[in-house]
């Protein structure tokens, strides 16, 4: 970018709210030297609270924790910290059902990962690259709750390749109806997480309340936005989930039924040339590129592709003809990065460029 | 039963063909102590011939190599064995395409888990609780190439479970359409087979040639004798083939049309009570049950239910309304047992008591 | 055994204590149809307390639960439970320390594998195999806590195989010193005990309170009784802990200083040869063998050995000379059968065959 | 560096041997963007001679394969290459036997990872932080041998970070005696290298002509200069190696004996403040730092620590007094990248700062 928001005047005071979890440890990775947003506050559950961050939490990350957020203390999630602009959300659902309109409330901008508000008709379910228009709903949503704040929610981790995916098929085949498989990485359902009894050299073919999201969330994100509203997008899907040992990354197979289908070097440059929106571009975190297609017949794989593009991309593959629909294909999307802490950073970043946080 | 058919003349020589690989060796595990065959010839490579299978064989298997086997000598699979009964084929496709038809010619009934001659019209694709009539075929395939024993093939280790629970709904319900997603276990690819350099904590999205077999296979199996050939079922199967971390049992996400669906509870109902033709029960590997459905909500799963019926079995879970097509389900069913080499076994039971082999 | 205990008069009623957990399953399963015993009643943390059996435990077996199980009420631990003469003990640690002297207070047979009394000078720490005449310990216990039944132990599961291997060299060679290093399965953190995140393609150099456990323990159940006190074992070992991402099975490497070193061939034999004494032989869960040396390069192997014995018998291999100390070799052991529940199970068995416990 | 040795005038001429293995592409992508070499051929087995690297190499890195490479012809290895002044050698041994000596004679510095010579009198057996001054031996190598340019060797991956660390012991308190323990990650056997059969949920207690190397290469290295030749270091070491599913890292339990004792702090201290001589800082490849000592319990861990210093660093920890020697501890290295490709090119930069190679 050629102007930063921060120029000469520092950046973002932040919050990281539920910071000793496992997405909690991903937002202090992604967010250390970050161009914008300072992290000034970290909170967590009353049991960590008072301790310094490097005395309280497991940290299970291969990268060091960054030297900063070693010495921050853990303050509890209410009441409410003063004086940070930006709180990015790691809470579980329960406690951010509370949490964050007190904050939102307060005049923060929440950018969440917690699933609490995403079915909310005035809550943005945000994807920059496929919808940041959505953040119209914000107006909506101010009027109906006196918010000076807001909250703007990020997808589940597991579809959030997938939608992207879908938004690019979208534009040039139209999508009427999608069958999908995931098979989820451990780290998807955080730390302690999954027992390694239950998923050594095993399939969980079941990951609790993940099937209903995965059908619902992508015809609101793909939605669109008149008169201040959302219009939801016409769209039929059916969704398998399945707990697979592998550490990082979550894969679906799809298999899509077009309402004007193409032949198939249209469909892989479809997605090899998709960009998103301009205003989602030359954003810190925006992916580059937005989705990698790969040519080889086995990929991708999360082993050798999940950091594609730093874990941003979504990688798509074995693109071919479906005999019941119209094509097949694998996405691969990092499930804690692209699918979680990286996802609300990337919104924080769209509100600061829409200029709904300035400085 | 009340008489098996070696009553008071021993048991019916047989040989393992490729008797060194992975499903080589699970024909000798599940052969050894055989009421009805007993193998007294192994082949195996060139590499391996004249020396004793214990000497040569790798063994895989968490039980012991049986001590009747350690000691016999690999023989080369041509020219033919003279004075066996029954042929069970673990050989590789090239070879089998050489070698079954040989052991046919002579007189061998071969009870093959190669892919060789699946595709023939006039052989038959064999599951005894699925398509016990199928063995007609026999007669067509003596005509067409003056044989006087014959071939019979199992199918692929990865559509094995899923036939046999489309069988079970056929009946009650019939189905037109199904959306398969499998996660396959390691052992189905053979010894050394996966490099555990690409499948430790990874998914691989594709299996060689697999996806035509998962398309194909079901279709002819389910096919309906009429005038000494086989018509083939009309059902349309879109599949996606992964290679997962997991030791043996391959799993199955299905979604199924129905023709006439019913509800939930006659879908389970169907499925627990399938029992098969009479034909097919009683025999010494039947499966005790054909499917066993589980209720709890994460089930079947490798690690806890894929030797129920000594691996036999196969095992249907998360049976649950689909919102595209009627309803979806998960299907478990072990790859080297009921999915490789005893099927071949359960083939040759068949033939023995249909009387193709007497005595 | 020509004359069970039980003839004529039906089996001996038993409790298990802690039944829900990882190690309180493996004593449903080894109790189903035992000769011996007959559970009568379970007992569970008080989140489980009147609910059934079948109903509250997370069952993480691959074999089914019992179906005798399946009904029976889950007790609370404290008071005592009437009527029973032996209590198997899957207790933590904790709750050990308080309800297991309640039960010998009362007269029952408590053979447990919790870690409590263990250092107990008057407490037995038993392996049938090495020290059944250690239970003359019961003698000096009753009398200085006036109990009318007992506590005895077995040991922690890492040393239980290393324990049996330095018995058997111990009687040839005398054994001085030991260095030991674990490779431990993760059934044995019990469950949900290791997060899979923690070893999902990874080792944890580090187990809690466990290397001063594999230090002590042996020089206690090597020691020699003597005016019915004990005599410790003139033994030194340093022991390094590790957990590794297999399920069942623990390995120890080995390399011993033996005060009077023999030839290779004569350490092979002196394991492969070893009985045990005439009292722990033909009872109900004997290992047969006691050792199994392997002459293959590359054995045991946890996935192809730990079922040896039906997980009983210790599995020895690699045994080769040692640059600095004399030989060095491979143990394996079954954790959660020859360690723990199987354990406990052997040493009421010796307890039955030694008349401690009459009917 | 102040001045880097190509200032002015270009990147040395490299190629790699062996390229399209595991360890031949540690070398592509630790080569990528190398400030002193750049990569002008590669060469590769019969079968791959003639096809561009891109198209014939099965890449298993996570990164991608860096452009440059992709477009370059897989030579022969022999005849030997024109024009290349740096060869490393990712080598089998037995092609390593004959083509490393004639790369040698033509003049080029032979910077291999084979095992072929490093058993040779005259050959350096190097690591720059530890044995800088045995590069003296090339001299007597080129005596013996007629041989212009010359053949350094880099250790066993196993006994790299083992090495790295007796030698800051040794500089302290002498080191007598190590029993060593390994716990060794797949990718050291390269690809396809270990069945996944073999190793999915398994240990194997065996990694063929290991313990050997393991028992003789520190002697070696810790060794000597004097008068032009080796003296071995008098140290006797006793080693059990073992494979663990794991991708990359390898574990080694050390206890260890000294001359001269000193306290634990001293020890932590001593290792922690290794610097390695002066020579062999400040080059392109230096570990920054060379050990790092870690104070958590349960650490080093391969999938936390394996990237420390990118992969050069060797991690200690869980350092304590040892029964029966001084003190235990673990060590972590990273065998492709420490422990293979990496220590070829650091000997390598090592050459170039001593003036061996020049411009």
């Avoid at 406690?95 to 307060?106: D, F, H, T, W």
């Avoid at 699933?115 to 005035?122: H, I, Q, T, Y």
Wanted: with cysteine; charged share 20%; hydrophobic share 40%.
């Amino acid at each position: 970018m050629e102007e930063t928001p921060t120029n000469g005047r520092g950046r973002i005071a932040a919050a990281v709210l539920g910071a000793t979890g496992a997405v909690g440890q991903r937002f202090i990775q992604l967010l250390d030297q970050h161009p914008w947003f300072e992290v000034v506050a970290l909170t967590g559950s009353e049991r960590a609270t008072g301790q310094k961050y490097g005395e309280t939490c497991h940290w299970v990350l291969p990268d060091q924790m960054p030297e900063w957020a070693r010495g921050l203390p853990i303050l509890p999630t209410l009441p409410v910290i003063e004086g940070v602009r930006v709180v990015f959300s790691a809470l579980p659902s329960a406690i951010a059902q509370e949490a964050e309109p007190a904050y939102a409330l307060s005049g923060a901008f929440v950018c969440s990962n917690a699933s609490a508000f995403r079915m909310e008709p005035d809550v943005p379910l945000l994807l920059p690259e496929v919808n940041p228009d959505h953040t119209g709903l914000i107006h909506l949503q101010r009027r109906n709750r006196n918010w000076k704040g807001c909250i703007v929610t990020n997808p589940n981790c597991t579809i959030t390749g997938l939608t992207i995916t879908l938004k690019a098929l979208q534009e040039s085949f139209g999508v009427q109806q999608a069958f999908i498989v995931s098979m989820q990485a451990i780290s998807g359902a955080g730390y302690p997480g999954v027992p390694s009894m239950d998923i050594l050299g095993n399939v969980i073919p079941f990951v609790q309340d993940e099937e209903g999201k995965m059908e619902w969330e992508p015809r609101k994100i793909l939605g669109v936005m008149g008169n201040g509203s959302l219009e939801f997008a016409d769209l039929e899907i059916t969704a398998h989930a399945n707990r697979v040992p592998v550490a990082e990354g979550h894969l679906i197979c799809l298999s899509a039924r077009f309402s004007n289908p193409g032949r198939i070097e249209e469909v892989s440059q479809a997605l090899a040339n998709y960009r998103g929106p301009d205003v989602s571009r030359d954003l810190p975190s925006a992916p580059k590129p937005v989705i990698c297609v790969k040519d080889e017949p086995d990929r991708p794989q999360p082993r050798l592709d999940v950091m594609n593009g730093k874990g941003m991309t979504t990688v798509v593959g074995r693109i071919r003809p479906d005999p019941l629909f119209d094509y097949k294909m694998v996405i691969l999307s990092h499930n804690t990065i692209r699918g979680a802490a990286g996802a609300s950073i990337y919104n924080a970043e769209l509100l600061v460029k829409q200029g709904f946080i300035n400085l």
